[in-house]
């Protein structure tokens, strides 16, 4: 028998959409304590914002496997999913391409493509599923119109997304080949954009960098794309208004406070019970709690978005919230969200066109009916039927 036999199975109880009140309490009570994760490893289940914040940005902290080191057999390709000075370096690559004034011009690109989808909703029948409807496909489409990826090979490019979709919960041998195409198709449309840049993310990284071989930009764009598919945030946030039916009224009586609504409803909303294990470097003590060298610790920023100490009454719905601390939802430090500007810019216009051309939006099934996914770590609601 393991020493860690006894360990409480995380999560709790299966997730809807929710976190479990006893979870909620324990963001004060217990803001680090021990669990055993699904695939059986024990961890350390951190809960608190302020520890959550240090697990995600202090260098003891890693995100490789304890011994391993940054850039594996003398400098392979490097990507975002590492520690230190060569995170750093693909980062600042990356970043330049992300600035928010750049970001701020795709506004009306997504604003159509938002619109698109809605009005092909509208001409279908009702009830219709907004998440088939609105909430897959947009992201998918941004990060083709984003990547700079040609209308005629996106059909393609969707099919490898799909692929994709399964190397993120499973990591079969369909999603293997899926990247493999993938990882192909962007280093041909990398040597084409050296040649004709485009108003676009790659064109942007080929334009004037040297610092990055071709190899790693690729990595770079797998990293963007992956991190771009999937936008739960509107979907448990068009959940949320309708559990709070009075801050949709507040929210329909005054449209202009969407922007400030897209914050809180991405404070207030969780999209899985899961996040990044990540393995301690060297034996230290968070809040209280000893933990040694090579431990797993598993910080879940949603619950850190409920923490009393920076969000006072954490667990109320408010739109007119206006908080002095950032919410956790992208993250926190080095890998803060690099798509902070176009994820929320994609649940504002999307929750914005819904509510305008479908005055009438509900649910089409009782909330407690909608179906959550619990086939990969991400969650999300899996469809959300509604009438307009
Ligand atoms: C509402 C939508 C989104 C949410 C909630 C979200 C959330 C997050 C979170 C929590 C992280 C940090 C993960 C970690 O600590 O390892 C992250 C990283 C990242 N996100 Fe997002 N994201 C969103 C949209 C996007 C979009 C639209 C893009 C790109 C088109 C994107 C690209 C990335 C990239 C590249 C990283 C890795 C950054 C790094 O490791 O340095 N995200 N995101």
């Given amino acids: 028998m393991s020493v860690n036999s006894g360990l409480r199975s995380y999560p709790f109880e299966p997730f809807t959409g929710d976190l479990p009140a006893e979870l909620l309490e324990m963001v004060v009570t217990e803001p680090v304590s021990r669990v055993r994760l699904p695939d059986g490893r024990a961890a350390w289940l951190v809960l608190g914002y302020e520890q959550c914040c240090t697990v995600l940005a202090d260098p003891r902290f890693s995100r490789l496997p304890l011994g391993a080191t940054a850039t594996p057999d003398g400098g392979g390709p490097r990507e975002l999913n590492m520690d230190g000075p060569p995170h750093a370096a693909v980062r600042r690559v990356a ?12 506004r009306p690109r997504v604003q159509r493509l938002v619109d698109e989808l809605v009005e092909a909703m509208l001409a279908g029948p009702r009830p219709a599923d907004v998440v088939a409807g609105l909430v897959a496909p947009l992201p998918v489409f941004v990060v083709c119109d984003v990547l700079g990826v040609p209308a005629a090979d996106r059909p393609r490019f969707y099919a490898w997304i799909e692929g994709l979709n399964s190397v993120t919960a499973y990591g079969s041998a369909d999603a293997a080949t899926a990247q493999a195409q993938l990882r192909d ?3 041909g449309q990398l ?5 004709e840049p485009g108003d676009d993310l790659l064109s942007a990284w080929v334009r004037g960098t040297h610092e990055l071989a071709d ?12 991190g771009g598919l999937e936008i739960n945030s509107t979907s448990a946030g068009l ?3 309708f559990r709070h039916p009075e801050q949709l009224a507040k929210l329909r009586a005054a449209p202009e406070k969407l922007s400030a ?15 990044r294990v990540q393995v301690v470097r060297e034996d230290l003590v968070l809040g209280g709690v000893g933990m040694r060298a090579g431990d797993c610790v598993m910080a879940v920023p949603w619950a850190g978005n409920r923490d009393p100490r920076f969000f006072p009454e954490p667990n109320v719905f408010d739109i007119d919230r206006r908080p002095d601390a950032p919410h956790l939802t992208f993250g926190f430090g080095p890998h803060f969200c690099l798509g902070t500007a ?6 504002e216009l999307s929750l914005g066109a819904l509510l305008t051309r479908m005055p009438a939006l509900a649910p089409a099934v009782p909330p407690a009916e909608i179906p959550w996914r619990h086939d ?3 969650g999300g609601i899996a469809s959300f039927p509604v009438t307009w």
Wanted: glycine share 4%; charged share 25%.
């Fill in 191 to 195: 040597a084409r954009k050296r040649a």
């Fill in 376 to 378: 990969r770590m991400n």
């Fill in 215 to 226: 190899a790693e930009l690729v990595e770079l764009a797998m990293g963007v794309l992956l």
């Fill in 95 to 106: 970043a330049r391409a992300f600035t928010a004034r750049r970001i701020e011009t795709f």
């Fill in 239 to 241: 959940l949320a208004l």
């Fill in 342 to 347: 176009l994820g929320r810019m994609q649940v």
């Fill in 261 to 275: 609504a897209t914050d809180e409803i991405l404070r207030y909303t969780s999209v899985s019970a899961m996040f």
């Fill in 185 to 187: 198709y962007l280093a």
